[in-house]
């Protein structure tokens, strides 16, 4: 019998599933086996601690050019941020520059993540041109390993019509793909714009009353009543709204193949930061944008009772210095983003587990588990049965700290979540059996991370 590279003592395993205590197996950067009494190379002692499966961040924006700038996180920083929070994997985009084909897209963005990750990463391909050259792309996008589509329903450039996202629905719906969608209706956003310009409001405070809850809902129940009729399955990016996830929940009731995202901060913060004096509010700017205290909670319960099946994170940074700051006198021209990509799992188990709205099981799931099912990634990613890749998290439950800018390695100025109390944190974090970060140490490398192929995601495609 061979002898296991590295074994996990004594721990406590969460999975989407299941809590049970015993020693996880490392061989050859994948889990070995679960069991009792199991020997390696290299033992880890992990009395008191929970041992989790590398978490996937479905969605953030690394590097990513917005207007006369970039998000502030590069792929090294961005996947180093992301290992010290516990998460082995994240999903980025490709956004094809006008007239350039999705494949050139992706080779380029593939040559800038390569060097630099030191996490593995997948890729969303954007789809802002429904042209005939670029669906007939399709097909070698899905072999390159994208099968997801990110579509817009706003912002100039990339929003498509709603006789483009038809034609789109159909030809992804074909191949097997799954699309997933920014939904806000431009034409309220632009309007709630133009009025509060008009009345010389141009401070961060008239953000959130530019881009209102209808907006979202109107744009949720637009798209799923298009996906509907091409049976396309859909996965509703960011849902910041009651009336957003009331509208999934009720297509999802009908039968239709609808998932959805939400994200830390439209579980735990709300638009009165954007009322904040000295253009702080500008920190918190992003759309679709905070909402109310009574939408967080509607959220909570919609990922408690599975109408939201993940939390991503739209890690999108932007320094307050420097970059927010275009906005200084007009909140249109701030860059639109936040970061969160590295205290994920620790506000959702802080303000999620602790407070008991969801359960161990569910936090693991809708953090690791289901954004790797969702987007083919699955069981190699999101879970700890043998086989899997070997990322893995030890998370202390009893850690406590006061979340601020200083301990986190996001390379931004500032974090929107200052202050906030948190008990339980990762204190290690290893990507295919190799440890990544180990009591706030980083030993990962630029370059270790791999880019993942996704499968087609497997699901029923109900109308
Ligand atoms: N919203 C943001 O605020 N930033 C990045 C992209 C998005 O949809
Ligand atoms: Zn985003």
Redesign the pocket.
Known sequence: MTTNDLVIKNGKIITARETLEADLAVQNGKIHCVGNNLSGHQMIDATGLYVLPGAVDPHV?LQ?PAGETTSSDNWATGTTAAAFGGTTTVIDFIEPTEGQSLMNAFRERKAQADPQAVIDYALHMTLSSIIPERMAELPAVIQAGMTSFKAYTTYDGLKLSDQDFLEMFRQVSRIGGLVMI?AENDAICSFATRELLAQGQYGPNAHPISRPAVAESEAIERVLAMASLTQTPVYIV?ISTALGAAALARAQARGQCAFGETCPQYLLLTDQEYSKPDFEGAKFV??PPLRKKSDNTFLWNALSDNTIQTIGT?H?PFFFQGQKDLGKDRFTRIP???PGVEPRLALVYTYGVKTGRLTLNQWVDRCCTKPAELFGLYPRKGTLIPGADADVVLFDPELEYTLTHEMLHEHVDYTPYEGFPLKGYPVMTLLRGEMLVSKGQLHARPGQGHFLKCDLPRFERRV
């Open positions: 924006h990513m920014h960011h992003c759309a739209d999108c639109g983003g936040i």
